[in-house]
């Protein structure tokens, strides 16, 4: 763990800072439990009450008005400080060493770039390519012909299957699972045939992929990731599915075949995306969604099946109320059979 100083963090981080800039910082710390000698932030105003308890020394805030006793340094983005300043505290650390374990199994003519590291039990098929400080984890498979840039990691027991292409700076976490089998099967006379996947997967620059994904290579042509997405965990992207850049997709969602997202897109966890449609740039889809049509750009939907968010928040609302609304009607159809019933004597003379 680095040390810093306060003013040292301001400038790292292009901030302005109030208090003593010789205080030195040697971690960082969620604002609840921060302990002198730790920096703390502030992204969500819920946050702000912990302000006048929090025992940190200093504490990165966004232009405003702030009662504490901690030194602040005020940033356009705290968050994003906050990302920058763990960067330079916690540096990732990798424990394998450049260099082939003598358990790994490479084929002949594997290449490999400089300063790769292959840890023990890796498998890698024949016609692989590998850029230069690709870090391979304990039991990964990497299988006929992929193709992988420069300084990519992939963690223990993923499995890269045949043909699969994956850019630079890419980072695939544990268990998972590119280029497997789409899930194409023909009905035919009361049985389902299978059709065989012959396309591939493409993973461009700078995508992470969560732990416990699933990325089905293409039935024909290609299912393709593109740069800067990121996949959290337990996620499942079906065959031929495009998305496009920049976008983040929450735990468990699933996306159907064939399905189209664009740039910027935020999909939160547990959505079911159905197949063959297309989600425009910078949509955005409440957890458990259920998009079941396509989404125009720029759209924020919630629900099942998805609508626009204000829409759902209205028929939340008033579903709230649909135990009284049952009990005034109960009441009026009451009413009115008595009047039924009053008009029905006085016509009769009674």
Request: aromatic letters at 4%; a positive charge.
């Amino acid at each position: 763990m680095n040390r810093m100083k306060l003013a040292e963090i301001a400038r790292w981080v292009n901030g302005r800072l109030i208090g003593d800039g010789n205080i030195e910082i040697t971690g960082i710390a969620p604002i609840e439990t921060a302990k002198a000698g730790e920096l703390s932030f502030i992204a969500n105003p819920r946050y702000k009450k912990f302000l006048q308890t929090t025992s940190a020394s200093a504490v990165l805030v966004p232009e405003g008005n702030w009662d504490t006793t901690a030194a602040l340094i005020f940033c356009r983005n705290p968050y994003l400080a906050f990302a920058q300043l763990m960067r330079a505290f916690f540096p990732k650390k990798h424990t394998i060493q450049p260099g082939v374990h003598p358990s790994a199994v490479l084929a002949e003519g594997v290449q490999m770039g400089e300063g790769c590291a292959v840890a023990p039990l890796v498998v890698i098929e024949k016609g692989c390519q590998l850029g230069q400080n690709v870090i391979l984890y304990p039991g990964v498979y990497l299988g006929e012909g992929v193709e992988i840039g420069n300084e990519v990691v992939i963690y223990s027991n993923v499995s890269v299957l045949e043909g699969v292409k994956i850019g630079n700076r890419v980072i695939i976490h544990a268990n998972s699972v590119i280029g497997s089998d789409g899930f194409g099967f023909v009905p035919h006379e009361g049985r389902y045939v299978k059709i065989p996947q012959a396309g591939t997967v493409v993973i461009e620059d700078d995508v992470e992929i969560g732990a416990n994904c699933a990325i089905d290579r293409a039935t024909l042509g290609e299912t393709r990731i593109c740069k800067g997405t990121k996949l959290d965990n337990l996620i499942q992207v079906a065959h031929n599915v495009q998305i496009g850049e920049n976008t983040v997709i929450a735990a468990q969602t699933g996306i159907s075949g064939s399905t189209k997202i664009g740039n910027n897109v935020t999909i939160g966890g547990q959505v079911g995306i159905a197949g063959h449609i297309i989600i425009g740039d910078r949509v955005v889809c409440g957890a458990q969604a259920g998009v079941t049509k396509s989404i125009p750009a720029g759209t924020v939907v919630s629900g099942y099946q998805a609508r626009p968010h204000r829409q759902q928040l209205r028929i939340e609302a008033a579903l709230q109320n649909l135990p009284k609304l049952i009990k005034k009607i109960a009441a009026m159809e009451t009413q009115i059979n008595k009047l039924e019933k009053q008009l029905q004597k006085n016509q009769n003379g009674d």
